[in-house]
């Protein structure tokens, strides 16, 4: 039977720093401060948006919400961007993404201050995830797979990995702070042949397909370790990941549940980058 890996350990850890950074900006009268930017009334904007709000809260970071209507124009929403970009008293901001249809995703994003950028949304935070270089902060979620990795000590170097999945969301960053910890690094993606032969010579699987059970028992073997980022509702409103867990769990050596597992990672990742935000701005070592 695989070892779960539960994101609340992996939590603990992370909480225990971001208080002790909250405590040194305290002393130092700096409250950390993340902004929200919502348009619309998406119920997945409006579910990580309750649950980031809840994470701040309980480790002393404030958060200001700017709601938005779906109709916003450009102009007006690039207008917010520059006013939070100008807050000193803001140390992060989320845009929550996809925006409507009639916005320029890519320019809004790319008017964020980089040094507030949480969740790598412009190019510039992007460069920093590509070159190493310490520029903006790395996707919150791909950072979460990073941090589950490093809290149960998984080995990375000389490590087969694969990601299912190429987006810039998860799958190519990923890939990248894998290289950096000299794993051996495959990406797969709706146009590989073959997937199942390729997951299955991996030594760290990471699942972020966006589709329920597109890992099943075929792709793996004992001594792997899955980390399952896909987030998937059934009918009846039930929870997936993208592995068949239930498959996979007496195959393989270790497995992050869905839910349980990155996901709530990913909140505390992203408060953490708040407050370490607002320690590089006031220089504390």
Do not use: W
């Amino acid at each position: 039977m695989a070892k779960r890996l539960l994101g609340k350990e992996v939590n603990q850890d992370l909480n225990d720093k971001i208080k002790k950074n909250v405590e040194k900006l305290q002393k130092k009268g700096i409250a950390p401060k993340l902004a929200i930017i919502r348009v619309g009334d998406n119920p997945g904007d409006i579910s990580y948006e309750k649950g980031a709000t809840k994470r701040c809260q309980a480790l002393g970071v404030l958060c200001e919400k700017v709601l938005l209507p779906h109709e916003v124009s450009e102009e007006d929403l690039l207008s917010v961007i520059d006013r939070v970009n100008k807050d000193n008293e803001i140390h992060g901001v989320l845009l929550l993404r996809p925006l409507p249809k009639h916005i320029n995703q890519e320019l809004v994003e790319n008017a964020l201050d980089s040094a507030k950028d949480v969740d790598c949304m412009t190019n510039s935070s992007m460069t920093g995830v590509f070159t190493g270089k310490s520029i903006g902060f790395p996707p919150c979620t791909a950072q979460a797979c990073m941090e589950i990795l490093d809290h149960y000590k998984v080995d990375c170097s000389g490590k087969r990995a694969v990601i299912v999945g190429r987006s810039m969301v998860v799958g190519k960053p990923a890939a990248m702070m894998l290289l950096s910890k000299n794993a051996t690094v495959t990406i797969c993606h709706t146009k590989t042949k073959d997937m199942p032969s390729v997951i299955r010579e991996a030594d760290i699987v990471i699942a972020a397909a966006g589709h329920p059970g597109v890992i099943s028992a075929e792709c793996l073997h004992p001594g792997q370790t899955i980390i399952d980022v896909g987030i998937n509702v059934d009918s009846d409103g039930n929870l997936s990941g993208d592995v068949d867990f239930t498959q996979a769990e007496s195959v393989v050596d270790a497995i992050t549940p869905v839910p349980g597992g990155v996901g709530s990672v990913t909140t505390s990742v992203l408060v953490s980058h708040v407050v370490d935000a607002a320690v590089k701005k006031a220089g504390i070592q």
